[in-house]
Every structure is written in C-alpha cells, then in structure tokens.
Nanobody, 117 residues
Framework: QVQLVESGGGSVQAGGSMNLSCAVSGYMFSRCGMGWYRQAPGKERELVSRINRDGTTTYADSVKGRFTISQDNAKNTAYLQMNSLLTEDTAVYYC???????????WGQGTQVTVSS
C-alpha cells in the first residue's frame, strides 16, 4: 500500500519560511515523480511545483524564486522549502507521487499552511 504523509505545516507570519516534508512508503521512491499542489478555500487544487521525469523542475509563476522542491531518495522524502511567504500562500498543501511505471497517482492527506499578515 502506497502512503504519502506530509508534515511541516502550520502558521507563520508573512515574510517567514516553512519547510514541508512528504514521506513515501510502500513504493520505490526513486520511481515516483514527486510534486506539490495546494488548494485554498473556494479554489481548485493547483500545481505548486514538481520534479519532471527528466529531472527538471517546474514551478507555478506565483512561487518562482520563493519555493524550492527537492527530494532525498535515501530518506524516501520530498521537500518543499517555502521562503518569503505571502498571505495568498495560505492553503492546504498536498504532495503527489506519479508512479509512471504503474500508471498510478498517489496523494498525501494534506497539511495546512496559514500565512498571516
């Protein structure tokens, strides 16, 4: 059973930083295409950042230069370092594993990030 567990969310003031983690179990992490998404109240879930199959990274325009996605295969964990946080970054953040070999997509349960002014 593939499981993704996010951690590191919470509350922070605007301008602050936060580092989210996503621990993956039940599947070969190195074969996961990891990504982070977020969903704000009343809005659709949107891409924040992902690691593409060729190893390149993609960022939403709204987070470019502020957020950094990374992963540690030895720890089966993906990260999202978020700096210079804005109130509009407030959302539930989800990590996602695209298991290309299996043709499956797995999601974590989400972690709340609240940025106050």
């Amino acid at each position: 059973q593939v499981q993704l567990v996010e951690s590191g969310g919470g509350s922070v003031q605007a301008g602050g930083s936060m580092n989210l983690s996503c621990a993956v179990s039940g599947y070969m992490f190195s074969r996961c295409g990891m990504g982070w998404y977020r969903q704000a109240p009343g809005k659709e879930r949107e891409l924040v950042s992902r690691i593409n199959r060729d190893g390149t990274t993609t960022y939403a325009d709204s987070v470019k230069g502020r957020f950094t996605i990374s992963q540690d295969n030895a720890k089966n964990t993906a990260y999202l370092q978020m700096n210079s946080l804005l109130t509009e970054d407030t959302a539930v953040y989800y990590c996602r594993c695209v298991a290309w070999v299996l043709g499956q997509i797995y999601w974590g349960q989400g972690t709340q990030v609240t940025v106050s002014s």
